[in-house]
């Protein structure tokens, strides 16, 4: 049974930073893509950043230059680096592992999700 565990979110003043982690059991990790995700009260569930099995990245326009995805297949994690935190980054991020090694952008190609964490920047 897959399982993904999400660990670090929090509140933090804007322009502060948080590392979001996520670990992952019972499938071969590193063969599949891997991404994270946001959603805000009232919005869409929305692609943050994803990263597929040979480490290429795709972020949203709003976080590049701000957040980064990383993967270390030996310790099956992946985690989020978030920078210069806004307050329209206040949402409950959550971890999902594709069903394929390629990069995939939208919610319906992963099939695997974490419970979520939540995440608030204060203003």
């Known amino acids: 049974q897959v399982q993904l565990v999400e660990s670090g979110g929090g509140l933090v003043q804007a322009g502060g930073s948080l590392r979001l982690s996520c670990a992952a059991s019972?499938?071969?990790?590193?063969?599949?893509?891997m991404g994270w995700f946001r959603q805000a009260p009232e919005k869409e569930r929305e692609l943050v950043a994803a990263i597929s099995s040979s480490g290429s990245t795709n972020y949203a326009d709003s976080v590049k230059g701000r957040f980064t995805i990383s993967r270390d297949n030996a310790k099956n994690t992946v985690s989020l680096q978030l920078n210069s935190l806004k307050p329209a980054d206040t949402a409950v991020y959550y971890c999902?592992?594709?069903?394929?090694?390629?990069?995939?952008?939208?919610?319906?190609?992963?099939?695997?999700w974490g419970q979520g964490t939540q995440v608030t920047v204060s203003s």
């Open positions: 019972g499938r071969t990790f590193s063969r599949y893509a």
């Open positions: 999902a592992l594709a069903d394929a090694s390629w990069l995939l952008t939208t919610p319906r190609g992963y099939r695997y």
